[in-house]
């Protein structure tokens, strides 16, 4: 596949991620002076997931 395409679906990936994990409340869980750590745990959480989501998708075989 197209690696340009594998670069955008990785990118698109994140953003979705990032938006749907901005849903959470992190509050209840962190402590208050803590907040840098937590975004950082945000970032990489979010990259997990966009990395899973994209292998996903490439991993699909949509030949008919």
């Known amino acids: 596949m197209n690696p340009y395409i594998q670069l955008a679906l990785y990118f698109i ?4 991620s990032m938006y749907g994990l901005s849903a959470i409340n992190f509050n209840k869980f962190i402590y208050p002076s803590k907040t840098m750590q937590a975004q950082v745990l945000l970032i990489l959480c979010s990259m997990a997931l ?5 292998q996903f998708l490439l991993g699909l075989d949509l030949s008919f």
């Open 13 to 16: 990936n994140f953003a979705v």
């Open 50 to 54: 966009s990395f899973l989501a994209t």
